[in-house]
């Protein structure tokens, strides 16, 4: 038996919460760990090179 649709929407809740609890999680580990190491090691040259890449290629998606 199919529960009702309240169920299916406190399920839903409730994985959608988890997901995005994960992506958080996810996003704060590259902001705080990942991101600061690449500044490191990375020269400040190529660090410049990768953005400029990073800002073509989001042109290029959002604008066709």
């Known amino acids: 038996r199919a529960g009702s649709g309240a ?6 809740r409730g994985r959608l ?5 994960l992506l958080a999680d996810h996003i704060r580990l590259e ?4 991101f600061p190491l690449i500044e490191r090691v990375m ?7 990768v953005a400029a890449h990073v800002e073509q290629a989001e042109r290029t998606r959002t604008h066709g």
């Open 17 to 21: 919460g988890g997901a995005s609890a």
């Open 43 to 49: 020269p400040a040259k190529q660090l410049v090179a």
């Open 31 to 34: 902001e705080r760990q990942l």
């Open 7 to 12: 169920d299916v929407e406190r399920a839903l």
